[in-house]
């Protein structure tokens, strides 16, 4: 007879058993050894590398937006499944839910607030990151596609904005979306029917809200969270982030590489919890607005798109719809998506504004544009209200084709003058243009928001 | 017996290899067809049939002779404006601003429809009295039936500018008849 085997010392306990089937590390990993496999093992940090550039921990290279984008989704994922129990998507039900959860749900308008806060912040965000990205050059190759993405990202964040902007149902709601929707009158060919199926109707009404709800709540996660994964995917296949580096001096080669964790995921923790205290704070201090219930027969004067439209709908007010709605944002994504594809002298990739050049045009341009822009807005202002620009001429020229190629004559002999009389480089030249116009975009934009009254009329906020 | 078959026609073999290989792309791209023409008419607007009275109906609007010269009658329920003109004729104006969509109230003083979004500014018959409204508010097409107007506001009518023959006049409504 044998004896049975005798049990060994170490044979784990009941509910030792259980923990050791989900997890066969320690629960601390406590040597540079142990964190490495902690990392690679688990799920979540898995597609994180183990070891990360030194240099690249620098918060003054990516001011952590990344990661704050990636925080805010989530907390938006979260914050978006418990409205959704809260929320009731027809046009008679869904203004009487949204007063029913912030007075009667407890933490109702604390949740409400912070999926507003973070809305807007994310939009805030994702803009920043981009041109963070852009501005210490890592759009170069490897990184070429991964800007694409980056974009069609943003994209994704605007319309998660957009389609979540109607469902409150107030007046806010109602006139916003009617009056974004309504600049697709001006797409040619297309513009009516697009607008059709995005309104699910002529009018904006019970299948607008319907299909915004779908939009806004499957659709538009689900594709931002898949891609999402695609960006982070990428930025692992290219080696990581670009390695900062003063302009003239070359990055360290091999750089120097620390173990991710601690390093990197302590930051990225510290940043997601500053992060997470001001969006409690603004949930906290500052209540999403809730206008009165959508009345279709009365437009509130002054009606407004969201701000991350107002740039818009101040160009609306100076050029023809066909250009403001359709020719120039068309114009203006095709340069964004070619960014990245021109031929350019150098990769400056980690250098913030390209070289000491470029940061001297930047500055002056800048200015420029600062002084320039309002100057533009006073001029159209006073000078050519009421009536077209060149009257007699139809407003499709007068108003939208002239000041159009003029604009474009503008840049381009701008352009000509940067490479011939300063000889700058390429990518000065190209960053120099961005930043001329981001400039001018964003002082339309903050016109748009604080300086634009009853009957859109200038006044002081 | 495969080794026969390759030892007999090893050449013949190959294009009908790739005969069905493209047989089956092609299926594949039915396969994507269906989906989305499956899709598409799955989310297509369907037609709703409007309520008496409602936007999308015939609306009745009263008799002719109900409403004065000079005046300006709002639908709320069929979304438009009836318009009596100084000569007597009517026009049914959209409420809707040719801009961007905003509802213009009908601002009595000013005999002027003023938008509140971007401050286009129309006049009794749509006219565009201030830009940026592109074009005058679009109309309905109204019959007088009895003495009795009638606007069809099922079929929206654009316009690029105001022309007599757009207004509708009753038997007592002038020179027209």
């Known amino acids: ?461 | 017996m495969p080794k026969k078959l390759v030892d007999k026609d090893a050449t013949a073999a190959l294009p009908r290899r790739h005969f069905l290989t493209k047989l089956w792309f092609g299926l594949g791209l039915v396969v994507f067809g269906e989906l989305a023409w499956i899709v598409t008419s799955f989310l297509r607007p369907r037609r709703t049939s409007p309520l008496a009275g409602d936007f999308g109906a015939i609306v009745t609007a009263g008799p002719a002779n109900g409403f004065t010269q000079n005046s300006v009658t709002a639908f709320p329920r069929g979304h438009f404006y009836l318009a009596c003109l100084e000569d007597g004729g009517f026009l049914a104006l959209s409420r809707r601003c040719t801009h961007l969509g905003c509802t213009v109230p009908w601002i009595s003083e000013d005999q002027q429809f003023v938008c509140p979004c971007h401050s286009s500014a129309f006049d009794i018959r749509g006219a565009v009295v201030r830009s940026p409204a592109p074009r005058p508010l679009d109309i309905y097409p109204i019959t007088i039936e009895n003495e009795v107007v009638l606007v069809d506001t099922g079929r929206t009518i654009r316009r690029s500018e105001f022309r007599p023959e757009q207004v509708a006049f009753g038997r007592g409504g002038a020179n027209k008849g």
């Open chain 1, 1 to 461: 007879m044998t004896s049975p085997p005798e049990r060994p010392h170490s044979d784990p306990g009941f509910f030792n058993r259980i923990r050791l089937s989900i997890l066969t590390d320690p629960v601390i990993p406590r040597t540079d050894a142990e964190r490495k496999r902690y990392l690679f093992r688990n799920l979540v940090l898995h597609f994180r590398p183990a070891t990360v550039p030194l240099d690249t921990l620098r918060f003054s290279l990516t001011w952590g937006l990344g990661g704050m984008a990636a925080v805010l989704v989530l907390l938006q994922i979260g914050t978006g499944v418990l409205l959704k129990f809260a929320y009731t998507p027809t046009p008679v039900a869904a203004y009487a839910s949204i007063q029913s959860l912030v007075a009667d749900v407890p933490f109702g308008r604390l949740i409400r607030n912070m999926h507003h806060w973070c809305a807007h912040l994310l939009v805030l965000v994702a803009v920043l990151h981009m041109l963070r990205v852009f501005f210490t050059g890592a759009f170069h190759p490897p990184r070429q596609f991964n800007w694409i993405i980056g974009l069609t990202l943003l994209s994704f964040v605007l319309l998660a904005n957009f389609s979540g902007y109607l469902l409150p149902w107030d007046q806010l709601a109602y006139w916003a979306v009617t009056v974004s929707t309504g600049m697709l009158e001006y797409v040619p060919w297309i513009g009516f029917a697009v607008q059709k199926v995005i309104r699910g109707g002529p009018d904006i009404g019970p299948a607008t809200l319907r299909i915004f709800f779908a939009v806004h709540t499957a659709v538009v996660p689900i594709l931002l969270f898949l891609l999402m994964g695609f960006h982070f995917w990428r930025v692992r296949k290219a080696g990581g982030l670009v390695i900062p580096h003063a302009p003239g001096e070359a990055p360290p080669d091999p750089p120097k590489r620390v173990p991710t964790l601690p390093n990197l995921l302590l930051r990225e923790t510290v940043v997601a919890m500053a992060l997470i205290a001001v969006v409690m704070m603004l949930a906290i201090f500052f209540d999403a607005p809730l206008d009165a219930p959508a009345n279709p027969g009365l437009s509130p004067n002054p009606t407004k798109a969201p701000w991350y439209f107002a740039g818009l709908q101040e160009l609306l007010l100076h050029l023809h719809p066909l250009f403001a709605v359709f020719v120039l944002p068309l114009a203006a994504a095709a340069a964004l998506l070619t960014l990245p594809y021109l031929r350019y002298e150098s990769d400056t990739g980690g250098v913030w504004f390209a070289s000491r050049t470029g940061r001297m045009a930047g500055v002056i341009t800048a200015s420029a544009a600062l002084v320039m822009t309002p100057i533009l807005i006073f001029l159209d202002e006073w000078l050519t209200r009421p009536g077209n620009r060149f009257s007699g001429l139809p407003a499709v020229i007068g108003n939208g084709l002239i000041p159009f190629v003029c604009l474009l004559a503008a840049m381009a002999l701008f352009y000509r003058m940067l490479r011939r009389r300063f000889s700058a480089s390429r990518n000065e030249t190209v960053q120099t243009v961005f930043i001329f116009l981001l400039a001018a975009f964003s002082i339309m934009t903050i016109t748009g928001v604080w300086f634009r009254g009853a009957g859109m009329k200038l006044v002081w906020p």
